[in-house]
């Protein structure tokens, strides 16, 4: 499978630690970089494919295949992003592992015993960065038109605040959750979460509504939308024969 944006990178087990790269991304313990970025630790946590996405109904296309190749294309984009040290996959999806062989800086974490999103969340920031050493972020796996420049922008924007959160398109659900240097993690992901995330902290990020970053997916109408801004290969692949 031949990486989305060019980069290739050996993926890591749960067992690595976080090796920023040098030059213009080398970063030092606390997360200071020397062209002053601070490099991130991502983390997203992705259901089994067989009970993922179970309101994405679209005609010819298995569900699974497609909740797969989602979350693919989500991986992709977010190893591309020049904020990014590391992307931790938090799943129990052995499919998808094998699948995202070719996407680099990634790094396998089993979901385990962990039960729902901020436990599954909460499990991979724990195994990378107990001690909130880098600043961390939590990023949902269902953005399928997702380009590392709109994640950058909103990491950029979350670089200066203890904790963050982008709405996602309709404005009551979150996409992505930030906790800065030293920031004790936390996040409520769900139905209604936006509203959750500013009560425990976060400041909203004044991200534009045609991000890529806010168009999540769960059901075919929200697919359609995220398909207008340009969706990544693997997922316009799987849907090409329906619009062909």
């Known amino acids: 499978m031949t990486p989305l944006f060019g980069r290739r990178k050996q993926n890591s087990t749960d067992s690595d630690a976080v090796r920023p790269e040098s030059g213009a991304r080398a970063a030092s313990i606390d997360g200071s970089v ?135 398109a309709e404005g009551t659900g979150s996409t992505l959750v930030t906790a800065g240097i030293g920031v004790e993690w936390a996040s409520s992901f769900g139905d209604g979460s936006f509203a959750r995330h500013v009560a425990l902290g976060c400041q909203a990020l004044q991200i534009p509504d045609a991000s890529t970053l806010r168009r999540d997916v769960d059901t075919a109408a929200q697919l359609d939308a995220a398909r207008t801004l ?10 090409a024969p329906r619009f062909s």
């Open 34 to 168: 020397e062209s002053r970025r601070p490099l991130w630790v991502v983390v997203v946590p992705v259901k089994p494919s067989a009970r993922a996405k179970s309101r994405l109904d679209v005609d010819g296309v298995r569900r699974a295949d497609l909740a797969r190749a989602i979350a693919l294309d989500t991986l992709a984009a977010a190893t591309a992003c020049e904020l990014v040290a590391q992307v931790v996959v938090v799943t129990d999806d052995a499919a998808l592992a094998r699948e995202a062989a070719m996407i680099p800086s990634l790094r396998f974490v089993p979901e385990g015993d962990a039960r729902g999103l901020d436990a599954a969340v909460a499990a991979g920031v724990a195994s990378i960065d107990p001690s909130g050493r880098m600043p961390r972020a939590a990023l949902l796996g269902d953005l399928p038109a997702l380009q590392p420049a709109d994640l950058a922008d909103a990491l950029r924007a979350a670089a200066s605040l203890p904790r963050a959160v982008v709405p996602d």
């Open 230 to 239: 340009g969706l990544g290969p693997r997922t316009a692949a799987l849907l």
